[in-house]
């Protein structure tokens, strides 16, 4: 079992959200975050003085899934949250201990 | 409770007393009308352009919230209305006698308190709502400039001490038949509709306020480098710039007092052409030194145009109207700049737009005047600026005579009344609260209580 978090572009998120459900993939957590990578932000200005803006909102999916849906999964998103440009975002992988159904009690992959 | 009823009461009666005062007046109007039936003309046109010149209060109350954060919104609306409510209460008790009642030796009026006795007359009621309009413009400049740190109860005291005194006194002077009107230079020291008497002293009594309180948390970084704070909302800084906008064509073309002045098409135009220029010169400014199009400094340099036009509109063409408004735009950019550079924190850009371009437009009458408009007539002696012969410079140094001492009176009051204020009531809210935002510390209602906005 693993949780994929990707961090991906706002504007994005419909596509890769709607890619995932095409392959079948329906459990899906998504946050709002701010922050930046090697992107460090933007330049705005209010009334003749400029400012940087450090942080930029960015949208957080983290997925569980099994240990074979993975490459499927990652590839999935990343197509889907490509533009190309600097600011597309990252995917991290990690490994996941267990998992529990709270409405039925199931554990294992059964609980995804 | 008991104490705070008995006042009530002793003014109650205080009010009876002047009800009972004798009536010379024409209370019912009828007299006035039959004496000049075309009275009835001028009634509706400076009564519009009066109404049309409250209304600026909402676009004064738009464009400084929308340039200040969310946690202070609730705030700078209070000030807003409470200017106004306070403001009419000591115009009516004190302020207008000071203006319009009978001269003191130039400096006072000392007649016409709570239009009581005489007072009761249609063409004293309408000079009265005329002139307390416009007060209270200069009043609610202020709030600009000292915003999101000063304290809701020295803001009424504020409040209540320029319309009773401040403004009154500086605008006897210049519309009361005091002693500015009667310069020996040109016709005396003109101000068609208050470059100077509204919004210079708004401006320059708002920079007093600026520098006693201090600037903002943060508006500093520790090598003392200006920060920007950006406003919370551009949509409301826009919407209340068209206001003030078109607020101005009763503010400009009513101060003509008469709708029989056909000139109040050109005055209508001028002031137009004012705004225009100056806000694209101050765009064109910014976009010069940033490479963007700041709305924010467009928005402060149409209005840096209208209060720099509002002195010399009925005297000038068109033509001179741009120029003024050109010059207009590079004094509000540059005022801003100045203003950070000498860590002064005008959240709103107040004293760029309302000070330093009143005085300009002060000058601006005796440079530009062309000789085609009389003092508040359409009949000679005809205005003339240092453009157009004006006898040796004469107006000119009128103007600037006057706006010596506008700076001065303005600015010297400002400093007086928030020192005083500090030392017996403080006038800046403790840190804590001015992190936290004024709304809920002082007023316990949040503008925008289901958007989450980070309080410290």
């Known amino acids: 079992m693993k949780e994929i978090r990707a961090i991906i572009r706002v504007e994005k998120l419909r596509d890769v959200l709607d890619a995932l459900e095409e392959k079948g993939h329906p459990g899906v957590s998504v946050t709002r975050i701010e922050g930046h990578g090697r992107q460090t932000g933007l330049v705005e200005q209010f009334r003749g003085r400029e400012f940087k803006v450090d942080l930029l909102p960015k949208a957080r999916l983290d997925i569980v899934c099994t240990d074979e849906d993975v490459e499927q999964m990652v590839q999935t998103i990343a197509?889907?949250?490509?533009?190309?440009?600097?600011?597309?975002?990252?995917?991290?992988?990690?490994?996941?201990?267990d998992a529990l159904r709270i409405r039925t009690g199931e554990t294992g992959d059964l609980a995804l | 409770m008991l104490k705070r009823i008995s006042i009530l009461f002793y003014l109650a009666l205080f009010l009876l007393v002047i009800a009972v005062g004798a009536w010379a007046g024409d209370p019912t109007g009828a007299a006035t009308l039959k004496a000049d039936p075309g009275k009835a003309v001028d009634y509706v046109w400076v009564l519009v352009c009066g109404f049309l010149v409250m209304f600026m209060q909402a676009g004064f109350a738009c464009v400084e919230s929308g340039f200040c954060r969310a946690k202070n919104?609730?705030?700078?609306?209070?000030?807003?209305?409470?200017?106004?409510?306070?403001?009419?209460?000591?115009?009516?008790?004190?302020?207008?006698?000071?203006?319009?009642?009978?001269?003191?030796?130039?400096?006072?009026?000392?007649?016409?308190?709570?239009?009581?006795?005489?007072?009761?007359?249609?063409?004293?009621?309408?000079?009265?709502?005329?002139?307390?309009?416009?007060?209270?413009?200069?009043?609610?400049?202020v709030s600009g400039a000292v915003a999101e740190r000063l304290k809701f109860q020295s803001y009424l005291v504020y409040s209540a001490v320029i319309c009773l005194f401040i403004y009154p006194v500086y605008a006897h002077w210049v519309w009361g038949s005091g002693w500015l009107s009667k310069l020996p230079f040109g016709l005396g020291h003109l101000d068609f509709a208050g470059s100077g008497v509204v919004h210079a002293v708004g401006?320059?009594?708002?920079?007093?306020?600026?520098?006693?309180?201090?600037?903002?948390?943060?508006?500093?970084?520790?090598?003392?480098?200006?920060?920007?704070?950006?406003?919370?909302?551009?949509?409301?800084?826009?919407?209340?710039?068209?206001?003030?906008?078109?607020?101005?064509?009763?503010?400009?073309?009513?101060?003509?007092?008469?709708?029989?002045?056909?000139?109040?098409?050109?005055?209508?135009?001028?002031?137009?052409?004012?705004?225009?220029?100056a806000s694209l010169t101050a765009m064109l400014l910014v976009l010069g030194k940033t490479g963007k199009y700041d709305l924010g400094m467009a928005l402060n340099g149409a209005l840096a145009g209208l209060v720099a036009v509002t002195a010399p509109c009925a005297w000038i063409a068109a033509w001179a109207a741009v120029i003024i408004g050109i010059v207009a735009g590079f004094l509000v950019v540059g005022g801003v700049y100045l203003l950070d550079a000498l860590k002064i924190d005008d959240p709103v850009g107040a004293v760029s737009v309302h000070g330093f371009n009143g005085v300009w437009g002060l000058l601006a009458v005796g440079i530009f005047a062309d000789g085609t408009y009389g003092n508040y007539a359409t009949t000679a002696p005809f205005v003339q600026g240092l453009l157009f012969g004006g006898a040796g410079g004469g107006q000119f140094v009128a103007q600037l005579?006057?706006?010596?001492?506008?700076?001065?009176?303005?600015?010297?009051?400002?400093?007086?009344?928030?020192?005083?204020?500090?030392?017996?009531?403080?006038?800046?809210?403790?840190?804590?609260?001015?992190?936290?935002?004024?709304?809920?510390?002082?007023h316990g209602t949040p503008a925008y209580p289901e958007f989450y906005i980070p309080r410290v």
């Open chain 2, 73 to 141: 919104v609730t705030n700078l609306m209070t000030k807003n209305l409470l200017d106004f409510v306070v403001g009419s209460l000591a115009f009516w008790a004190v302020g207008f006698g000071i203006i319009m009642g009978t001269d003191w030796n130039g400096l006072l009026g000392s007649s016409k308190f709570f239009l009581a006795g005489n007072s009761y007359d249609v063409e004293t009621y309408l000079s009265f709502f005329w002139q307390l309009v416009f007060a209270a413009t200069a009043a609610t400049i």
């Open chain 2, 401 to 442: 005579i006057g706006a010596v001492v506008v700076i001065a009176w303005a600015f010297g009051c400002g400093l007086i009344l928030f020192k005083v204020l500090d030392a017996v009531i403080g006038i800046r809210v403790d840190p804590h609260e001015e992190l936290q935002g004024l709304d809920i510390v002082e």
């Open chain 2, 203 to 277: 401006g320059f009594v708002g920079l007093a306020g600026a520098i006693v309180l201090g600037p903002r948390y943060g508006k500093f970084d520790k090598h003392g480098k200006p920060r920007a704070i950006p406003g919370h909302s551009i949509s409301l800084a826009a919407l209340g710039t068209f206001i003030l906008w078109f607020g101005w064509f009763g503010f400009n073309p009513g101060s003509t007092f008469s709708a029989h002045q056909l000139r109040i098409a050109v005055i209508a135009v001028n002031t137009t052409m004012c705004a225009a220029a």
């Open chain 1, 79 to 97: 197509e889907n949250a490509k533009t190309g440009g600097i600011g597309d975002g990252k995917i991290f992988i990690y490994p996941v201990q």
